[in-house]
């Protein structure tokens, strides 16, 4: 039964452990070729694009031991300098290629009267790999994510997670999915706890594990103090952010997200970015969309260009960008200068001269 106060962070985990962007333990997963401390190597047997989904048991990541004595400590501290998101993807990109595919679409159409809004769209996602789906307005970015997640029947094609039809098994796959869909449309009425704990038990997770993980996300996305507030009430930014903490309650396979950086402050963003890198350093794997081909080139490993429909370009970031930016290979790719060429009248002298 729900609970009339959703159960509180601070209840549920009295020492959970985790920084401010730290993914919950319990959703991390297993990438093929990852030993027991979820370092990942490459499969002895050479790449297997289409083995079956990983089914090795979860990689628990435990904080290393306190140093026993300060007589341990060097005499000169060595300062961590992270490794910038870029790097970590170009790197999980090779990784990723290794990995068995996990989500595969096929031949994905859907058309609207007379506009074809996915045109036999076909691309593959391996674990441990994040995707992005770029393309100009109106390309078909939500239909084709929307067709994967379950929420829009395709009209011809299909869709797998694993060995999963998403089409002829939607249960099953519901399970294996997370989404954030378009234009959110969140039960609003209902608290951010409210909201958690439905999305956990709709998805056949324990009340206990629930509200544990209820916290931990909580904390992660920086909505402790608004858990008992209502959904409607929430600014745009933080709908994002439950809608996507409700996206990952089930410990997903995939995770399919359209725009999820979109009305997220820079901060915020950051946050987001470390929890999507480390779920799939987890063996997880996220296909989103967005507009900013700065955060897909810097993010993400792989990316799906989608134009009028059709898949135009597809690959690992670095092979699809060529040596240039992504912004200027898209531009190159989309003409989208050209379609500006028009605009004279706007960008020149007035109407009166
Ligand atoms: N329910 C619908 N009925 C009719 N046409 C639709 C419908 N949904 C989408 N379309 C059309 O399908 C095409 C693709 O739309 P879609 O929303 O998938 O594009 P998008 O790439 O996500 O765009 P944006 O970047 O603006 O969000 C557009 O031409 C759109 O007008």
Not at 71 to 97: C, F, L
Not at 215 to 220: C, I, N, S
Request: glycine share 10%.
């Amino acid at each position: 039964m729900l609970p009339e106060t959703p159960p509180s962070p601070s209840d549920a985990l009295p020492d959970a452990g985790f920084g401010a962007a730290e993914i919950p333990s319990g959703l991390t997963r297993p990438v093929a070729g990852a030993n027991a401390a979820g370092e990942v190597s490459e499969p002895a047997g050479g790449p297997a694009p289409d083995a079956e989904p990983v089914a090795t048991p979860r990689v628990r990541r435990t904080r290393p031991a306190e140093p026993a004595a300060a007589a341990e400590v060097p005499a000169r501290s060595r300062i961590e300098v992270p490794t910038p998101s870029v790097v970590r993807a170009r790197e999980r990109g090779r990784v990723a290629e290794q990995n068995p595919v996990v989500l595969r679409t096929e031949m994905l159409t859907k058309v609207y009267g007379s506009t074809v809004a996915a045109n036999e769209v076909s691309f593959e996602v391996h674990a441990g790999s994040l995707t992005g789906v770029v393309g100009p307005n109106g390309a078909g970015k939500t239909t084709t994510l929307s067709m994967i997640s379950g929420l829009l029947r395709p009209g011809s094609g299909r869709v797998s997670v694993g060995d999963v039809d998403v089409w002829a098994d939607g249960a099953a796959a519901k399970r294996l999915i997370g989404t954030l869909p378009d234009r959110l449309r969140l039960f609003d009425r209902l608290t951010g706890g409210q909201l958690l704990y439905y999305s956990g038990v709709l998805h056949g997770v324990a009340e206990a594990e629930v509200a544990k993980r209820s916290g931990e996300l909580a904390e992660a996305f920086g909505l402790e103090s608004a858990l008992d507030r209502l959904v409607s009430d929430y600014s745009a930014g933080m709908q994002k952010k439950i809608a996507l903490a409700c996206s990952m309650i089930h410990a997903p396979d995939v995770l399919v997200l359209d725009e999820p950086f979109e009305a997220i402050d820079p901060v915020s963003a950051a946050n987001v970015t470390d929890i999507l890198e480390k779920y799939v350093a987890g063996g997880g794997s996220v296909v989103m969309s967005s507009h900013s081909l700065e955060l897909i080139q810097r993010v993400c490993d792989h990316v799906v260009i989608i134009v009028d429909g059709s898949v135009i370009a597809q690959g690992t970031v670095d092979d699809v960008r060529d040596g240039v930016s992504l912004e200027d290979r898209f531009r190159a790719l989309t003409g989208i200068d050209e379609s500006q060429k028009g605009l004279q009248w706007l960008h020149g002298s007035s109407d009166s001269e």
